[in-house]
């Protein structure tokens, strides 16, 4: 997902060819404007956390770019990809990271992750669910092929 300081900062294009030229396929993409709600239910791992009202702030503070992006151990090729959490962090140890390019600090990364295949599901669901036909089979082939 790119965030909303990535759209608003005009990286989607540069996100794009990075993920292109790392080998994977965007098989969905669409952009959404998350509410309240919806960006706490998307982040509900990190209720009750210091930084959870901020976070939600941020997510909601403009569209972001939800992806379904294939390629083979793609979790773990893609948080490669984005680098570090704190993105001035990533600037030093990450610096071709996607977070180093576009991020700032430990809240303003341009870019999500799932971090599981369960989050994965999840989160696709959570996008894409009324658009794919996610009723058993076709999810599997998706998820873990
Ligand atoms: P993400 O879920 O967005 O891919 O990021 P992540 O796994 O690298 O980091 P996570 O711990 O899941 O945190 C989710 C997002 O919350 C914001 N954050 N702010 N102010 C802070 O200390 C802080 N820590 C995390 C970031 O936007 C982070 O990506
Ligand atoms: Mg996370």
């Not at 080998?23 to 969905?28: A, L, N, Q, R, T």
């Not at 239910?41 to 930084?51: D, N, P, Q, R, W």
Request: aromatic fraction near 12%.
């Amino acid at each position: 997902m790119i965030k909303p300081d990535g759209l608003q900062g005009n990286y989607t294009d540069q996100i794009k060819a990075a993920i292109l030229e790392a080998g994977f396929e965007i098989v969905e993409e669409s952009t959404f404007q998350l509410d309240f709600e919806k960006a706490s239910l998307f982040y509900a791992e990190h209720s009750g956390k210091t930084f959870f009202q901020s976070l939600i702030a941020y997510i909601t503070s403009g569209p972001v770019l939800a992806m379904v992006l294939e390629k083979p151990n793609a979790i773990l090729e893609w948080r490669a990809l984005i680098g570090p959490t704190n993105a001035s962090k990533a600037k030093v140890s990450h610096p071709r990271s996607i977070r180093a390019m576009c991020g700032m600090d430990s809240e303003r990364n341009c870019v999500h992750g799932s971090d599981s295949p369960q989050s994965a599901r999840r989160e696709i669901l959570f996008f894409f669910g009324d658009k794919m036909n996610l009723s058993g089979y076709f999810f599997s082939f998706l998820c873990f092929k």
